[in-house]
């Protein structure tokens, strides 16, 4: 790529989603909308912060992992685009003679492990989003409650659409690579209750709400 993903503007970086390069892609679309997540959770506690019976110590530690959560997404987006990249590129290596398969497979298992590892970390993150949103609906100002939904929401389809790229990437991984065992282990994990954290979220904002 000729320039970072997170120096684009929204328009130019839609329309690099919706161009025909396949970099960047689903992985990092994911992290963009948990760092987005993550990015509404703190804009909601600097609107609940100074306001009566507000809980200041709750609202300062989720301010500062909210913040850290929205860089590190920032950052993995660009890590999921490189580590794609580097699949692209280690597809086109020649493969006329044993030594060319040889050292086109080396580096194919170098960058599917690390097109798999990206998209894993975040779903973690964007999991720590969701955490977040969930222990500010109760707290959190209460005519801002829509946002903490969809930051909420947001994180949730980051864990999904990265758990998407996780998954497809695990079958190209060698059979006895450790990585295969363990990062699909760790999705089953990320995604086992996240149906029902969603739902709990948006029904407790709802009712706060209401």
Same mark, same amino acid.
């Given at each position: 790529m000729d320039s970072r993903l997170t120096d684009l503007s929204v328009t130019d970086l839609v329309g690099r989603l919706a161009s025909r390069d396949p970099i960047p892609g689903g992985g990092s679309a994911s992290a963009l909308a948990g760092a987005m997540g993550a990015a509404l959770v703190h804009m909601v506690v600097e609107?609940?912060?100074?306001? @009566?019976?507000?809980?200041? @110590?709750?609202?300062?530690?989720? $301010?500062?992992?909210? &913040?850290?959560? /929205?860089?590190? *997404?920032?950052?993995?987006?660009?890590?999921?685009?490189? &580590?794609?990249?580097?699949? !692209?590129?280690?597809?086109? *290596? @020649?493969?006329?003679?044993?030594?060319?398969?040889?050292? $086109?497979? !080396?580096?194919?298992? /170098?960058?599917?492990?690390?097109?798999?590892?990206a998209p894993l970390e975040i779903a973690r993150r964007a999991s720590d989003v969701l955490a977040l949103a969930e222990e500010l609906v109760p707290i959190g100002n209460r005519n801002a409650l829509s946002d903490v939904g969809v930051a909420g929401v947001l994180a949730a389809a980051s864990i999904r659409g990265a758990i998407m790229n996780v998954d497809i990437n695990l079958p190209s991984l060698p059979d006895d690579? @450790?990585?295969?065992?363990?990062?699909?282990?760790?999705?089953?994990?990320? !995604?086992?209750?996240?149906?029902?954290?969603? $739902?709990?979220?948006?029904?407790?904002?709802g009712e706060r709400i209401g």
């Open positions: 609107l609940t912060a100074g306001r @009566p019976a507000a809980d200041e @110590p709750a609202l300062a530690r989720i $301010r500062f992992a909210a &913040a850290s959560l /929205q860089s590190d *997404l920032l950052r993995l987006a660009e890590v999921d685009a490189a &580590a794609y990249a580097s699949v !692209v590129a280690a597809r086109r *290596l @020649p493969k006329d003679t044993d030594r060319d398969r040889d050292a $086109r497979r !080396v580096q194919m298992d /170098q960058a599917i492990r690390e097109a798999t590892r690579d @450790p990585l295969r065992a363990e990062a699909g282990g760790a999705a089953e994990e990320l !995604v086992a209750d996240l149906d029902d954290r969603e $739902r709990a979220l948006r029904g407790a904002a």
